[in-house]
């Protein structure tokens, strides 16, 4: 196992949020955009809400539609932990037991309007937001703080939230009917 390790691409260290005040992310967020995965296709109205567990590691409650705005709402409740000593900005997903997927704070905005999370290796990212819609002028600044931690921007699309949006630029319209 030593020998494959070593012939493992090292992957660059993405910064994190230097501090995360877990009070301030307790409550609903909408997910607004993405790098498109395979788990997320043809979701729309993606909504998370956090609550502090009584161990200290938070509730999340994910619903979603999957393929369109007809379809049944789907919930799913999951345990997040956040890792001692990372200012609260490392999270792990955990979806299963004793499975758990990285998910880290990478920005938060001052007044808690927006939240970057994403991966090292940069593949996957996600931008939530505690309203459905964000501003043009919003999105572009937060994908060139993507850009700067090293994302390729081109790949982020806007997650439908609205039935007008099905159809616009610049969404993931993917499996939506």
Not at 131 to 145: A, H, V
């Amino acid at each position: 196992m030593a020998l494959f390790a070593g012939c493992a691409a090292p992957v660059r260290t993405i910064p994190l949020a230097p501090k995360v005040d877990l009070g301030s992310m307790m409550g609903g967020w909408y997910i607004v955009a993405t790098i498109p995965n395979w788990f997320e296709r043809g979701m729309v109205t993606p909504y998370d809400v956090y609550s502090l567990r009584p161990d200290g590691d938070l509730r999340e409650d994910f619903s979603m539609r999957s393929g369109g705005f007809k379809a049944r709402l789907r919930h799913f409740t999951v345990r997040d932990h956040v890792l001692p000593g990372t200012n609260n900005a490392r999270w792990q997903v955990e979806i299963l037991w004793p499975i758990r997927l990285p998910f880290l704070v990478l920005y938060t905005d001052p007044a808690y309007r927006y939240v970057l999370f994403g991966e090292n290796d940069r593949s996957l990212g996600w931008v939530f937001s505690r309203t459905p819609t964000i501003g043009e002028e919003d999105y572009r600044e937060i994908l060139k703080r993507f850009g700067a931690l090293g994302y390729d921007t081109t790949r982020f699309r806007k997650v439908i939230q609205l039935p007008e949006q099905i159809g616009q630029p610049g969404f993931w319209n993917d499996a939506i009917h």
